[in-house]
């Protein structure tokens, strides 16, 4: 004689069924916050953020950060030309660092009415980077010039 399964009732598959669906959304939710937070993370771990600063008064000062979008946003800075204890930025608007292939190697320009300029910013270490500035002037003239930063602290 083969002996029937006793029926599972409705509530007992309803149960399982809601205690099965909020497992996986909080197992979703686990995993997204910490996705997230590794996101964020690996958003801020770039050698180029900070404060770089120079002697040089042309470029005295760099500031790179991290964006909500993860990308390295930049502004550049002379020395004021009227208070030489002062920094003036070169703009109102922050750039965004190109990337390349090298990730000690990044990228910003400025484009002026009379001239176009690139900054190309090669880490050095975590502590010292190389700023190569070029600009191209509409009359044809061009100008280099390198410059040391070391990040302040």
Known sequence: MT??????SPLRRTTALFT??????LFTVVLTLTSARHASALC?????SGTWRSSDDRLSRIDVWSGEDCRLYAR???????DATRD??????????????DRNFRFFSYNWSNASEVLQLTLK?????????????????KDSFTVAMVKDR
């Open 3 to 8: 002996q029937v399964p006793p029926a599972r």
């Open 20 to 25: 099965a669906t909020a497992l996986t959304l």
């Open 44 to 48: 801020v771990a770039s050698g180029f």
């Open 76 to 82: 550049a800075w002379s020395t004021c030309p009227n």
């Open 88 to 101: 003036c930025s070169w703009s109102s608007r922050s750039k965004v660092l190109q990337a390349t292939p």
């Open 125 to 141: 270490d975590s502590a010292h980077m190389s700023v190569w500035d070029h600009v191209d002037y509409t009359s044809g003239r």
